[in-house]
């Protein structure tokens, strides 16, 4: 993802703004190279991409390090999806587990614990569909 918002800059940019957050990326660096990124992509194109994280050794090495690594992304919209996909399973993921947590949980009223039964079929069934 990162590597696509370096390299296609505004438009990659205006796809997957409202898909996917800085809050979504797992890793701290990742996290906080998204977020300049999307600062900075809101602003504009990004003419200097090294300048950004020049005053952070650690994102710079990390940025670096993703820009030098081959990436073969012949065709972008699938490189999008694919990403986007992805996210979106890891948040479906992600609030299945707290579903369940929350089901097993003493402190559940019958009627909460219908209504988290239901999202889990939807949650389910949007995880069936992604596969």
């Known amino acids: 993802m990162i590597f696509l918002l370096i390299n296609g800059g505004q438009d990659v940019y205006k796809r997957v703004k409202d898909e996917i957050t800085p809050e979504d990326f797992k890793n701290d660096d990742n996290r906080k190279i998204v977020q300049i990124l999307y600062e900075e992509l809101e602003k504009g194109d ?3 991409v090294i300048g950004l994280f020049e005053n952070n050794d650690q ?8 820009l030098s690594k081959e990436t073969d992304i012949s065709d972008i919209d699938k490189a999008i999806e694919d990403i986007e996909g992805k996210f979106l399973r890891e948040k479906l993921q992600d609030e299945k587990t707290k579903i369940l947590k929350k089901l097993v949980s003493s402190d559940t009223s019958e009627d909460e614990a ?11 069934k949007k995880l069936s569909s992604l596969k």
Do not use: A, P
């Open 46 to 48: 990004i003419t200097n």
């Open 59 to 66: 994102l710079l090495s990390h940025v670096t390090y993703i």
């Open 114 to 124: 219908k209504e988290l039964g239901n999202r889990l079929k939807d949650i389910s």
